[in-house]
């Protein structure tokens, strides 16, 4: 080895072709393996940022599919729901004009009835109140009736009777009783006969004391000024028969009935019709044990200015309402709101409406709080009583109706349109998907030819010069496109030169390392020979010079140029240019011996001259 005089090196790379050549690639069996390949940096970024767009844009079409299907779903709920609210708005509106138009029609009928009796018993030479009978009274009421839309309300004549004419009411019954009895039984078409009415009449004004079994047991007389149930519509049916109950209501002071006596009293004071709440007994078969909520309406017959009677009608409001004839009225609740507050008094009345069909719900308000919003409110029963002639401790209430929804009727308005539309958002969000898919998986296998192209001039570029130097080409090389960077980075072409890229190493190491020899020895060989002799030694040299961090600068020929402190600074670089030539030595020795079997005898007598310039 010898060592000369030292001088600074320098490091240089243009933009022309500076035709260095190198041996790099290694086959031999003992040929270290192959340094590592290292992308480009200019390459990674590039790939990193369309990675990251293509996350973007995704993330951009799943936040925007998102959003549009959940929007578009909402939207067409909202759309629903806005005609399920505009058509019970409508409806109820129609409910609640054709209910208050049937309770005025009703009062006005019975106003009018109650006029026609008092004119019809002043036309009557021998009547006088109480003792009033009412001609063809089941044939008049059922025209009333069909006034007031009832199929078979219950309408009864009440008159007042006093103390001092009871025993002449007595008489008055078993003569007049019969006659209205027959006109009854013939307009109604009952299966029974007079006798058998006659029968079980107690002519005398009473109230039941007890009721066994469905059978009255003990039927009291009541004292002071009583309310009979004289005329009755409809007659009482199942006289006779096995349903007989053993009694009639003919005569039964409806005076006994404490919210019927309290409404008489109402009307007698303001002769004006009164109604309630009541709780009475259930008139069908086997149920007269039985209590339902119906409301009575109590409207004086007056004569000369005085109350002389009553015509008390049972309103029922399952009837009421099932008989409202509105097309498409549906999956409605019916509130019926009383403003009395006196003790036991009824407040409240709910029911449900489906067409035809009509169910009390209870003595409760039944609708859905959710619906609060869309109540439709219809003042029902105004009488506009004076409450001063009110007796002290009574009350007529304000009847108002509320109509609210059901989720039954709600549920009419649910259509899978949202569930649709949200598909066909979905179903385009997913078409534009799979053409990005279709068109990125494209464009990507286009890039992937390209980046091929780059890695492999890349890796010879990076043959040539350092990875730094390399990547200090791509960024600051050829101006132009990063892609004219990657194809061309050395500036030829016939492009025109970048700035050279020019840096000064004070400390550096040169090696030079040649074969003694070579020349008679490779002058004795096949071209195939001499390569694979070559290509095994730089090919350890290359090992070895990875190992200890020095740079190879060239191969001419058998001679091998390499150095220490560059590209990298290195202080050492002397030292660890003499361990690298050290190793050099030592393994070029093994080497001929090893391929002196395959290259001939001579091949060990090779030797490797080195020169050390610091």
């Given at each position: 080895m010898s060592k000369s005089s030292s001088h600074p090196s320098s490091w240089s790379a243009n933009g022309g072709n500076n035709g260095i050549s190198n041996h790099d690639s290694s086959t031999g069996a003992d040929s270290p393996e192959p340094v590592e390949y290292v992308a480009p940096v200019v390459a990674n970024k590039e790939q990193k940022a369309v990675d990251l767009s293509k996350f973007l844009v995704f993330f951009v079409l799943l936040l925007a599919v998102s959003g549009t299907a959940t929007a578009t779903y909402f939207l067409m709920k909202d759309e629903e729901y806005g005609d399920f609210e505009a058509s019970f708005a409508g409806l109820g509106s129609e409910v609640s004009t054709v209910t208050r138009q049937k309770v005025d029609q009703l009062f006005s009928a019975l106003d009018a009835y109650s006029v026609f009796i008092a004119s019809e018993a002043k036309a009557e030479l021998n009547s006088n109140w109480p003792f009033v009978h009412v001609s063809d009274f089941s044939m008049k009421t059922e025209k009333i009736a069909a006034l007031i839309g009832l199929e078979r309300p219950v309408l009864v004549i009440t008159p007042f009777v006093k103390q001092e004419e009871k025993d002449r009411w007595a008489s008055f019954v078993l003569e007049s009783a019969p006659l209205w009895y027959q006109e009854s039984i013939d307009n109604e078409g009952i299966n029974a006969t007079v006798e058998e009415y006659m029968n079980l009449t107690r002519p005398f004004v009473h109230h039941f004391a007890t009721i066994e079994n469905e059978t009255v047991t003990v039927p009291t007389r009541t004292p002071g000024t009583v309310s009979p149930n004289w005329q009755r519509y409809p007659l009482q049916p199942g006289v006779g028969g096995k349903n007989s109950k053993g009694f009639l209501v003919t005569c039964y002071d409806l005076q006994a009935i404490p919210a019927v006596a309290d409404l008489i009293k109402i009307s007698n004071s303001t002769l004006r019709p009164s109604i309630g709440f009541t709780r009475l007994p259930d008139t069908r078969p086997g149920r007269i044990d039985k209590f339902v909520v119906d409301s009575q309406i109590v409207q004086p017959i007056t004569d000369k200015g005085n109350a002389v009677g009553m015509l008390w009608l049972r309103l029922p409001w399952l009837e009421f309402f099932?008989?409202?004839?509105?097309?498409?009225?549906?999956?409605?609740?019916?509130?019926?709101?009383?403003?009395?507050?006196?003790?036991?008094?009824?407040?409240?009345?709910?029911?449900?409406?489906?067409?035809?069909?009509?169910?009390?719900?209870?003595?409760?308000?039944?609708?859905?709080?959710?619906?609060?919003?869309?109540?439709?409110?219809?003042?029902?029963?105004?009488?506009?009583?004076?409450?001063?002639?009110?007796?002290?401790?009574?009350?007529?209430?304000?009847?108002?109706?509320d109509l609210y929804p059901t989720d039954a009727l709600a549920e009419t308005f649910q259509t899978s349109?949202?569930?649709?539309?949200?598909?066909?958002?979905?179903?385009?969000?997913?078409?534009?998907?799979?053409?990005?898919?279709?068109?990125?998986?494209?464009?990507?296998?286009?890039?992937?030819?390209?980046?091929?192209?780059?890695?492999?001039?890349?890796?010879?570029?990076?043959?040539?010069?350092?990875?730094?130097?390399?990547d200090r080409l791509y960024e600051s090389g050829p101006k132009g496109s990063q892609e004219d960077a990657l194809f061309d980075p050395l500036g030829g072409g016939g492009g025109t030169a970048g700035s050279p890229l020019a840096d000064l190493f004070p400390e550096t190491t040169i090696v030079f390392a040649d074969i003694a020899g070579f020349t008679a020895w490779s002058s004795a060989r096949e071209p195939a020979q001499v390569f694979i002799l070559l290509e095994t030694i730089y090919g350890a040299f290359d090992k070895h010079a990875n190992r200890h961090s020095v740079f190879k600068v060239e191969t001419v020929g058998d001679c091998y140029v390499a150095v220490a402190g560059l590209p990298e600074p290195n202080k050492e670089h002397a030292a660890t240019v003499c361990r690298f030539a050290r190793d050099c030595v030592k393994t070029m020795q093994q080497i001929t011996v090893k391929l002196e079997v395959t290259l001939g005898p001579d091949t060990s007598e090779l030797d490797l001259r080195v020169g050390i310039h610091r």
């Open positions: 099932q008989n409202l004839n509105v097309d498409g009225i549906f999956g409605t609740i019916a509130v019926i709101r009383s403003n009395c507050e006196i003790d036991d008094a009824i407040r409240v009345l709910s029911f449900t409406i489906d067409g035809l069909r009509a169910d009390f719900l209870g003595e409760f308000d039944a609708h859905d709080p959710k619906y609060d919003d869309q109540v439709v409110s219809e003042v029902l029963v105004n009488l506009n009583l004076n409450s001063e002639d009110i007796p002290e401790g009574l009350c007529v209430p304000l009847l108002t109706l349109k949202p569930t649709l539309y949200t598909i066909v958002v979905v179903a385009i969000f997913a078409f534009t998907s799979l053409v990005f898919t279709l068109y990125d998986y494209l464009v990507g296998r286009r890039q992937r030819k390209f980046m091929e192209r780059i890695v492999k001039q890349d890796q010879i570029v990076s043959n040539v010069f350092p990875a730094a130097i390399r």
